[in-house]
């Protein structure tokens, strides 16, 4: 019993002087990440990361704005988020050795913070987490292991490559060094190396000089569970000259054994059909969520470019007196004609403080499903959304006529952009119905994006736009110029398609419906396409933005 109080007693006092908790980040794709490891970023007053990529990743997971420079004479702004303290190198830019990172780790614990330790890989699996974890306890600091995916079997799992079959049961994990007796791997158990790159050469000579075949099949994947992840499958005999043909770079993971041929059927990520693809996404950035998660899924890097920035009516009076009118019950109709206007009534009702009990009696339109979810959101059910295009052609092919009997009301309130077309008001009059056609929100070019961003939309280091409407296209060459002619350039139907046309643009996929996630499965579709025409024909596969510049820039650039 004393010793369990003695016990109880020194948890309280670690927990009061700081705690510890070693997380591990996985390999690199932050969807790796455990739900665990998510929660205590979360909670944490301070982030020790071991890599710049760590930065990025926690930002990202507290949904954190990138840091802004003050002006000059204007004072620094208050940090937001978890302090971030680098564990991976010193002031001098060098390395930190396992012994002053674990320093680091204290000192900060020492201060009663909640610490998390973010760790590439697993803490506990060729990492720094036992030595820097026994630093805690010889301190008297409390602390916890959470493990993380390790490269180990990850990025082999990402390569399409099973480290155990039915048939190879035993697996070899090496840290590769000078040190290691390779004759003790003659046998044909699966090996995985780390840190082997650079020594690949000696590396394959000693195993065969062990006794392994020359024809063993080797496969190094570098940067792997990323979208810049990429495999050269050769022999020990040849591994060295294909990996210094292919450039591979640290960090990699090389597995040697018969386990690589799976590769050729089991290869999942890398043959994605849109991986790796450099993807355009130019929208309101509040919009750009679904798209750009589909693209994730389908291997892209999608990179959201606002177009247009979304704004209140320069005035309000207008809405107001609408809103006030639809509680009254001045409407029969309500139409909605996007997501936008959903959400700038909502606003409106939200500053009035109201709820969507004010739509009692009154019938909802919207212009398609999107639109239609938006307001399910808020509790509410559309009574019309357009049973063929989701267009305000299809809103109107679906309304019906005014009937002075049935109708008691003949009036629509109509909340729409600024910029808004006028063909719904016309076709709406033409029914017998009068609208009040309101301003809910303005829509203004944004601001143009950083010159690298431009320099690369011109010069065709994206591989594809997705235009989703017409006004992006407008917004984007007004404020960046014209995507590259080897740019694919997807658009979410006919009307944006002929705006991209009038600007010079070669469409290449049309969405078969106004969809957005439609648009990225036609992208998609493209892509896998192009992908198998390449591998029919025997060809690398590669990306459009992988051009041979033309012999002219070649002899303009040697001048």
């Known amino acids: 019993m004393t010793r369990a109080k003695s016990s109880q007693t020194s948890a309280t006092t670690s927990l009061s002087r700081g705690w510890v908790s070693f997380v591990g980040s996985g390999p690199g794709d932050p969807d790796l990440l455990t739900v665990r490891a998510v929660d205590l970023v979360r909670q944490a007053d301070v982030v020790v990361t071991e890599s710049p990529e760590h930065v990025a990743l926690v930002r990202t997971l507290l ?64 990492a720094s987490g036992p030595e820097e974890a026994q630093a805690c306890a010889k301190a008297g600091l409390g602390f916890e292991i959470v493990p993380g995916v390790s490269s180990v079997s990850a990025v082999p799992a990402y390569a399409g490559i099973p480290l155990t079959t039915k048939d190879h049961r035993e697996v070899a994990v090496v840290t590769c060094d000078a040190s290691v007796d390779w004759s003790q791997y003659a046998d044909d158990r699966t090996l995985v190396l780390l840190s082997g790159v650079g020594m690949i050469g000696e590396i394959s000579k000693a195993l065969m000089a062990a006794g392994r075949p020359a024809s063993t099949p080797v496969a190094m994947t570098r940067v792997g569970t990323t979208t810049t992840q990429s495999t050269v499958c050769s022999t020990l005999e040849h591994i060295a000259a294909d990996a210094r043909a292919a450039r591979m770079s640290p960090p990699a993971v090389t597995v040697i054994g018969k386990v690589v041929d799976l590769r050729e059927t089991l290869s999942w990520f890398e043959t994605k059909p849109l991986f790796g693809w450099r993807v355009l996404v130019p929208r309101t950035k509040d919009q750009a969520g679904v798209l750009s998660t589909r693209l994730r899924g389908y291997g ?69 499903d999107k639109t239609a979810a938006a307001i399910a959101a808020w509790g509410l059910r559309a009574d019309l959304v357009p049973s063929g295009e989701q267009s305000a052609a299809g809103l109107l092919a679906d309304w019906p006529e005014y009937d002075d009997v049935l109708d008691p009301i003949n009036r629509v309130f109509l909340p729409r ?143």
């Open 417 to 559: 952009a600024d910029i808004a077309t006028e063909n719904l008001v016309a076709g709406l009059i033409d029914l017998g119905w009068e609208c009040d056609d309101v301003t809910a929100y303005r829509t203004v070019r944004a601001t143009p994006p950083p010159a690298p961003t431009r320099d690369a939309i011109k010069t065709g280091k994206f591989d594809a736009v997705v235009f989703t409407s017409s006004s992006t296209v407008r917004n984007l060459v007004g404020i960046a110029g014209k995507p590259h002619p080897s740019t694919v350039i997807g658009v979410i139907g006919p009307a944006t398609a002929k705006t991209a046309e009038e600007h010079g643009l070669r469409v290449d996929v049309m969405s078969p419906k106004p969809d957005v996630e439609e648009l990225v499965d036609a992208l998609a579709d493209f892509g896998a396409a192009r992908r198998a025409a390449m591998v029919e024909q025997g060809q690398a596969v590669t990306r459009p933005s992988d051009r041979k510049p033309s012999a002219r820039s070649r002899k303009v650039r040697a001048e």
């Open 300 to 368: 892209a890097v999608p990179e959201e470019v606002p177009t247009i920035s979304v704004e209140p009516p320069r005035n309000p009076l207008q809405m107001d007196k609408a809103v006030r009118g639809l509680v009254e019950g001045r409407y029969e109709w309500i139409a909605f004609t996007s997501v936008n206007a959903v959400k700038a009534v909502r606003e409106k009702f939200e500053e009035y403080g109201l709820d969507a009990r004010a739509f009692s009696g009154l019938k909802i339109a919207a212009v398609g």
């Open 63 to 126: 949904g954190l704005p990138e840091p802004v420079e003050p002006a000059d004479g204007e004072p620094a702004p208050e940090p937001v988020g978890p302090e971030m303290v680098d564990g991976g190198f010193g002031e001098d830019g060098q390395p930190l050795t396992h012994a002053a990172r674990a320093k680091v780790v204290v000192k900060q614990a020492k201060r009663g913070r909640r610490v998390v330790r973010l760790m590439t890989g697993d803490p506990f699996l060729y």
